[in-house]
């Protein structure tokens, strides 16, 4: 479980640290304070690749297609001017001088980090380079034939070793080669505007359902709809994929989830991310979306409740006052107040965090002062 975080010269952020993070973290602030960002760099620092990243933040439609050679593996290419534009934005103020950086402490002793630069490398001691990767590609066709314009190295470290991906930006395509870049850790995210069941995310209901674990997302979904009584996974011919039911108590016809409405949704998504980040992380973006007031309270209360009996560290975001307040009564109530609320604010042109504990976010609250 993350300690602490820092955040360099990564997007909006000059110097961005966070102490004592909790098992369960809120951040809110005003629009552009580098809230989703923040989600962001530590999908980044979990090993998830770019590529993902910005694809699933950013929403950018990302155009694959592949080097092959006869005898050898295939290698990731993308089409020109995609992938530079948007590794750009990663840099704080596009700064390219300066380099990125993801720091954070895991426990008593381990430490996490990710370094993100550019490097202005000749083909010859970028080929003498990927060549010490483990990989049989032959790189010297890509390299002779199209002048390199940059190279973004984004280096890891974890677990007492480095790990590195290169990112070749030529003139007609931009080259992705990597180190055998393991899990660094389970991650799961959930974006603001994600309204909808797609197959990958019902896939992992499956996995749920395998290890007897839809409890989980039932005990969730029984704060909108008291009457369900299970889930069931049926593919439907019409639609070409598989689609959630529920199963209603008195009901004699199974309901698709998506009729149901959007809160239905959420937290059938929220509780299926949450099954499958065992010993890792969730991140949710605007963790309001969706959900009437009324039942947040509840909701946070299952969520820490859940999150701990699975080891997860959630890390959300929020534009709401009633979210803020139902986190803090919920959490009050417990025996460890394992949670903790940041406001990102601009101070003198810089994004800072504001922290707030139990007692100071208490005072806050019942003196109606403006936390986010």
């Not at 598989?242 to 149901?260: N, Q, S, T």
Request: aromatic share 10%; net charge negative; hydrophobic share 40%.
């Amino acid at each position: 479980m993350y300690k602490s975080l820092r955040i360099r010269n990564f997007r909006g952020f000059h110097d961005l640290v966070l102490d004592d993070l909790a098992r369960i973290n809120l951040f809110a602030g005003k629009n552009n304070s580098g809230k989703t960002a923040l989600l962001e760099a530590l999908l980044l620092l979990q090993g998830v690749s770019p590529e993902e990243v910005i694809a699933s933040l950013r929403r950018v439609e990302w155009q694959r297609r592949w080097i092959e050679r006869p005898g050898t593996e295939r290698i990731r290419t993308w089409l020109p001017g995609e992938m530079e534009a948007e590794v750009l934005l990663l840099f704080n103020q596009m700064d390219l001088e300066e380099v990125v950086e993801i720091t954070s402490q895991i426990g008593e002793s381990e430490r996490q980090s990710l370094k993100i630069a550019v490097k202005k490398w000749s083909a010859k001691e970028l080929k003498e380079l990927l060549e010490e990767l483990p990989s049989s590609f032959i790189y010297e066709d890509f390299l002779r034939r199209r002048p390199i314009d940059r190279v973004f190295l984004f280096e890891y470290q974890a677990r007492d070793r480095n790990y590195r991906i290169f990112y070749i930006i030529a003139k007609k395509d931009s080259l992705i080669i990597s180190d055998e870049l393991p899990a660094l850790g389970v991650s799961s995210y959930r974006g603001a505007r994600d309204l909808f069941l797609t197959p990958e995310i019902i896939g992992d209901y499956g996995n749920l359902e395998k290890a007897g674990e839809t409890e989980i997302v039932l005990q969730l979904l029984k704060f909108v709809e008291p009457r369900i009584e299970r889930l069931v996974t049926i593919y439907d011919d019409r639609r070409k994929e598989p689609i959630l039911y529920g199963v209603m108590r008195e009901m004699r016809h199974r309901m698709p989830l998506y009729v149901m409405g959007d809160g239905m949704i959420r937290l059938v998504d929220l509780g299926i991310r949450l099954g499958n980040a065992r010993n890792g992380i969730l991140l949710i973006d605007e963790f309001e979306n969706g959900l009437h007031w009324s039942v947040l309270p509840k909701v946070w209360e299952a969520l820490g409740e859940i999150a701990r009996q699975l080891n997860v560290q959630v890390f959300a975001t929020t534009h709401s006052y009633e979210c803020v307040k139902s986190a803090h009564e919920a959490f009050s109530k417990r025996d460890s107040y394992d949670f903790r609320l940041y406001r990102l604010e601009e101070v003198e042109g810089e994004i800072q965090a504001v922290a707030y504990d139990r007692e100071t976010l208490g005072i806050a609250l019942e003196a109606r002062l403006e936390v986010r």
